[in-house]
């Protein structure tokens, strides 16, 4: 080997050395009084992770209202005032369509915060809804959400109700960079009706200012629910149907705009999914443990590891000098994909971890078929082995067509189980292609005598 084949050599083999040090190990690093490993975690399905039961009931609560004399509604009870329990949920709401409903407004934000996997179940006779999620760090925050009766209102100050969830188009999340930071929008567009409501309220609520030169204001409040969203006037006509909303302050700090955004996020999924038809409480919140012990995962893991270890041998004792680079390419491959699945996002189930196995086991047969021809050739100069590295890499790619077709259609599946499966075999077979193509390639061509 020339001098520039024995550094690419080299540098190809530190490469894999540090993708298997950050695959098997991870990075490091003092965040505050804890050290913390910044390589994303494993993200597991409910298989494997466990998951989290919430049960949702009908509110069957009261709320004690008072009234004076003249049927208005007052903070305080005093002479000639009147108490009344009022359900929370009125008798004629507890009906099949509302629980029906419910149901599918639920699904759509959980959809609409992209839960990967969950469950969802209802007692049609009492409108209980059974959910299971996934255990992770956002857990808490979707139970929250997925249970608020989510509605919108836009109210003026005697609570007079202007625009309500009907007049809602839809809602998203936009940004844009000052001299300050960044900041987070929420933008409300709205449908025709309300758009021609909304140019109505822009002109009423307003700043004026009387004959003796004092300022007054009419003022409207953004609603969810009881929480206020902006309290706000308007300085000029908006004929757009449009409301723009920041969310926090200008900031330069990541965490903090990311928390901007979730929180956003958050309320847009509650404008686009619509308001409950019916108030609901969190009557059970319990984790539920994996089927699948540690104990019962690391066995075939170790078997694989094992059969992985023969497979070495075997390159090794079959191929030599070949088998040696093969096999440190192998290892390479495991690390890559590992790290790959990690940064990607794949949702790993039981299934997708049959899909790892799969694809180590396409790299490997990969491996063995350009192995085999080039010690069939008696290819013994760089040039020899990279035509018959070509041959080899052609031939096999037409076969992976099929399977890269397969599983690119299972990406698309809604069951993710089989999601997981594809997603993995998807990304272990484009790794199979271009980390063969690249690296190696390297370890065994560039190794021969040049010619």
């Known amino acids: 080997m020339r001098i520039e084949e024995k550094l690419k050599v080299t540098l190809v083999i530190l490469i894999i050395i540090l993708i298997s040090l950050i695959s098997f190990g991870g990075i490091f690093i003092q965040k505050m009084k804890f050290v913390e490993n910044i390589i994303p975690e494993y993200q597991l399905g409910m298989d494997l992770e466990g998951g989290r039961i919430i049960g949702l009931e009908v509110d069957d609560s009261k709320n004690t209202v008072i009234y004076d004399k003249d049927g208005k509604v007052v903070e305080e009870e005093g002479k000639d005032t009147t108490k009344k329990e009022i359900p929370v949920n009125p008798e004629e709401s507890l009906t099949a369509e509302n629980y029906k409903q419910s149901k599918q407004i639920i699904e759509k ?42 509605a919108f209102t836009v109210v003026n100050d005697d609570d007079e109700i202007l625009l309500n969830n009907s007049h809602v188009e839809n809602a998203k999340v936009g940004y844009s960079a000052n001299s300050t930071g960044t900041m987070v929008y929420l933008t ?11 140019k ?21 409040t953004l609603k969810i629910d009881d929480s206020t969203l ?7 006509e908006i004929s757009t149907g449009t409301i723009q909303m920041s969310i926090g302050s200008s900031s330069t700090d990541n965490e903090t705009i990311q928390s901007y955004i979730k929180e956003a996020s958050n309320i847009a ?37 094992v059969i992985i270890v023969i497979g070495i041998i075997f ?17 390479g491959y495991i690390a890559t994909l590992l790290v790959v699945l990690r940064y990607t996002n794949v949702i790993l189930t039981m299934e997708g971890m049959i899909g790892i196995v799969i694809a180590i086991a396409m790299d490997y047969i990969f491996t063995v078929y350009i192995l085999n021809i080039i010690k069939n050739n008696d290819s013994k100069t760089m040039t020899q082995m990279s035509q018959d590295f070509k041959q080899a890499f052609l031939k096999t790619l037409f076969v992976f067509i099929p399977i890269a ?3 690119v259609v299972l990406c698309f599946a809604g069951w993710l189980p089989i999601y997981s499966f594809g997603m993995v075999v998807f990304w272990g077979l484009l790794l199979t292609v271009l980390y063969n193509l690249v690296i190696t390639r390297t370890l065994i061509v560039d190794t021969q005598k040049n010619k």
Not at 270 to 289: A, C, D, K
Not at 315 to 331: E, H, Q, R, T
């Open 109 to 150: 934000r959980l959809k609409d915060m992209s839960v990967s996997e969950y469950t969802i179940r209802a007692d049609e006779q009492n409108g209980k809804l059974y959910i299971q999620l996934p255990e992770n760090s956002n857990t808490d925050l979707i139970a929250q959400y997925m249970a608020i009766k989510g």
């Open 188 to 198: 409300i567009q709205l449908n025709k009706e309300g758009t021609q409501i909304f």
């Open 200 to 220: 109505d309220i822009t002109n009423t609520y307003v700043k004026t200012t009387d004959e003796e030169g004092e300022e007054t204001t009419k003022n409207i």
């Open 230 to 236: 902006l309290n706000t006037y308007f300085e000029s």
């Open 269 to 305: 999924v509650l404008l686009n999914s619509g308001s409950l038809p019916l108030t609901y409480t969190i009557s059970e919140n319990r984790y539920v443990v994996s089927d699948i012990t540690q104990d019962m995962f690391y066995i075939p893991v170790t078997v694989i590891g």
């Open 315 to 331: 390159l090794i004792v079959k191929y030599k000098k070949n088998g040696v680079f093969s096999s440190i390419a192998l290892i």
């Open 405 to 407: 077709v397969s599983s």
